[in-house]
């Protein structure tokens, strides 16, 4: 029964967003039903379309995993967007710049490399918040336009591309890409593996206590004895690291250098997609996959049915709005989830 | 209601200001503008003038935290409101072919968005940082998929320049050649200073924002406040996004806010919560901008596009390094407020 409660709103929020995404194609002149079964057979059906499917879902599912151990730790990391561009862009870096190692080698270097530019970005938020009291979602936006900016820097200066026109690194080597097993991108199955481990560390290690405990209710963790501030950062620097793990999934995997203009809007699906899990690291892989899904298909669905990609945007706002507003639990009469405060007010802590 | 004795009091006041071991900083800008001017008057006064332009549409911003967070609501969704005043600012005018209508839908708008805040803050006392976001999610969703590309203005707001004071040499063309909604926000700005320290409506909102059951003891509907407040801030941030997308740009694009409702945040901070205090953080905020821009133009240092893009970024984390712990903000922000059963 819990377990039903827990699925019920989500449910309930996508099938009013995906009915009011509907409504809106039928004011746009477009055929709603031809156009979500456009969407769903393209990203549910083919060996190609469910390649493509779990390829867009990886990063999504990490960084919804570093947003989700944000939540948990009571802190609201908007940041994962610039994170995973910083990591992304470490891996690129690390994956052309370094040649002549072997496979076995090269990946995970490029992988740790990529997680630990990512925490970098989130060790800033996270000691800002802990030392100076300034709001995470405050710093981590401005980190997003601060990474985003330098990153275009770099791969438009000195790690551009020689000859090349547009703002983007040498293709990373051979020995730092990885591939697919049975049709499933290894990136996905990497994905899956930190979800389990995410989870794992909140339900079985102390660590995972901690970060609860100070995102509950932090004068009662620090009269229990837990340095509050030290677990802010550590928290903060474990989203970074996940992004940045993400971002440098995605370079290795799919875009094979970096190009400032790939990776868009990756980390605000993972906010989503975090929210719709309700926090909770298993339940992040299967909204991932629905996202990852619709973001792939988008394109063929605008050129099926007519309807501009930009309609998924819409969905998914409106699934965030369904699954955090307390309106589905007050129309169905299901027993209310708390209102739980996740994030604290700045200036006055 | 706006007294002259209030009035009175600003001037009072500023004339006291002048006197005081702070205006210390007031008198070396002027020195440093001075000097600035009779070494080169021509980018001086662009300088100056691109400070007010990049700085107003911050300072707005700000004003719109400050109306919130004054009564207890922290807005994170002004880049929300920002971005949906902007676009319905931008195609009602280009639709209609009428700036008016444009103006006036922004606000509108805009005041919707403050409707929504309210409703998700105060009567479902959702997270108000959660909230925010959505709203701002919500914004870039509706903007992004409804935008339609080939759409002009049939002009802009043109500049007003005011007989005789736009003669003055600096002044004039910093202050007194610009924009209608320049000169209306500018006003707006000093009368919700007077508003939030002289009168009862102002008294009432700062004890929400401090003490919510206190105020609600002596009488004042706590909810109906928040509501009227949080409305007319998303008004006001409607007004600002007009300003972006009629006066200022003349265009608009996905995303066209570009992170200025997170930034006027810090500006809201740095200048602790008063609307004097916020509209000269966002003239420096707009004088960092308009100085790193001239040196470019002026070809004196050449610093990469990128690091110039960043510049309000980085200043806003830095000052809030600098300023946060110092300044405290409205005591309840940010909870949601309970009546007490009886």
Not at chain 2, 5 to 18: D, F, N, R
């Amino acid at each position: 029964m819990k377990l039903v409660r827990a699925w019920i709103t989500p449910l309930i929020a996508l099938v009013i967003a995906f009915g009011i995404g509907a409504i809106l194609m039928i004011t746009q002149g477009s055929d709603p039903l031809r156009a979500y079964e456009s969407l769903f057979t393209t990203a549910f059906s083919t060996q190609e379309g469910l390649a493509k499917t779990f390829g867009k879902a990886t990063p999504l599912a990490i960084s919804g995993l570093a947003v989700v151990i944000g939540l948990r730790a009571g802190l609201f990391n908007i940041g994962a967007q610039g994170q995973l561009i910083s990591g992304a862009l470490a891996a690129a870096w690390a994956g052309y710049a370094i040649t002549g190692l072997p496979m076995i080698a090269h990946v995970p270097l490029c992988l740790i490399i990529g997680a630990i530019f990512g925490s970098l970005v989130g060790y800033i938020a996270g000691a800002l918040k802990a030392y100076r009291g300034i709001h995470e979602v405050i710093t981590t936006i401005m980190l997003n336009s601060i990474v985003l900016q330098f990153a275009e820097y770099l791969s438009n200066g000195p790690l551009k591309e020689e000859g090349s026109i547009i703002a983007k690194t040498p293709p990373i080597a051979d020995s730092a890409k990885i591939g697919s097993i049975a049709g499933l991108p290894i990136g996905f199955l990497l994905s899956g593996l930190l979800a389990v481990g995410v989870w794992w560390i909140f339900k079985k290690t102390t660590t995972g206590f901690r970060f609860e405990t100070v995102g509950k209710n932090k004068n009662a963790a620090w009269y229990a004895g837990i340095a509050v501030k030290r677990n802010t950062v550590f928290a903060m620097v474990a989203c970074g690291a996940l992004a940045g793990f993400g971002g440098a999934v995605e370079t290795l995997g799919v875009v094979g250098k970096f190009e400032p203009a790939f990776n868009q809007g990756l980390g605000f699906d993972g906010i989503t997609i975090a929210l719709l899990a309700r926090a909770n690291p298993l339940a992040v892989i299967p909204g991932a996959i629905l996202f990852g899904g619709m973001r792939g298909a988008g394109p063929t669905m605008q050129f099926t049915a007519g309807v501009s990609p930009e309609i998924i945007d819409l969905i998914l706002a409106i699934v965030l709005f369904f699954v955090t507003a307390p309106i589905i639990s007050r129309i169905f009469k299901l027993k209310s989830d708390s209102n739980a405060q996740v994030t604290s007010g700045w200036g006055s802590n | 209601m706006l007294r002259l004795q209030a009035v009175g009091e600003v001037i009072k006041m500023m004339t006291s200001a002048l006197r005081s071991r702070k205006s210390l900083y007031f008198y070396v800008v002027v020195i440093a503008i001075a000097f600035a001017y009779s070494v080169n008057s021509v980018s001086t006064v662009a300088v100056a003038a691109s400070s007010i332009t990049f700085g107003l549409p911050l300072a707005m911003a700000a004003m719109v935290g400050i109306m919130c967070e004054r009564t207890g609501v922290v807005n994170i969704g002004i880049e929300g409101t920002l971005l949906t005043s902007a676009f319905f600012g931008f195609f009602v005018a280009a639709l209609s072919q009428n700036l008016i209508w444009g103006l006036l839908a922004a606000i509108a708008s805009g005041a919707v968005t403050g409707l929504l805040l309210a409703l998700l803050t105060v009567s479902w006392k959702m997270d108000q940082i959660i909230a925010g976001t959505i709203v701002n999610i919500l914004a870039t969703g509706l903007t992004s998929f409804f935008y339609k590309q080939g759409y002009s203005l049939p002009a802009i707001f043109p500049r007003w320049s005011i007989p005789g004071l736009s003669d003055i040499p600096f002044l004039g063309r910093v202050f007194f050649q610009s924009g209608p909604i320049t000169y209306f926000g500018l006003i707006l700005i000093f009368v919700l200073y007077v508003a939030m320290y002289h009168t009862a409506w102002g008294l009432r909102t700062r004890a929400i924002g401090e003490y919510p059951s206190s105020a609600e003891t002596s009488g004042i509907s706590v909810k109906k406040f928040k509501y009227i407040n949080v409305v007319i801030a998303g008004a006001f941030g409607g007004l600002t996004g007009a300003y972006l997308a009629l006066e200022l740009v003349g265009s608009f694009d996905r995303g066209f806010s570009a992170g200025k409702g997170f930034t006027a945040l810090a500006i809201m901070i740095f200048g602790r919560w008063n609307p004097i205090g916020a509209l000269l953080a966002a003239i420096f905020f707009g004088f960092a901008q308009a100085l790193a821009n001239q040196l470019m133009i002026d070809g004196l240092v050449a610093i990469p596009g990128p690091f110039i893009n960043m510049l309000p970024y980085v200043l806003t984390i830095v000052v809030l390094a600098f300023s946060a712990g110092k300044v405290r903000g409205p005591a309840a922000a940010g909870q949601p407020y309970e009546r007490e059963q009886a």
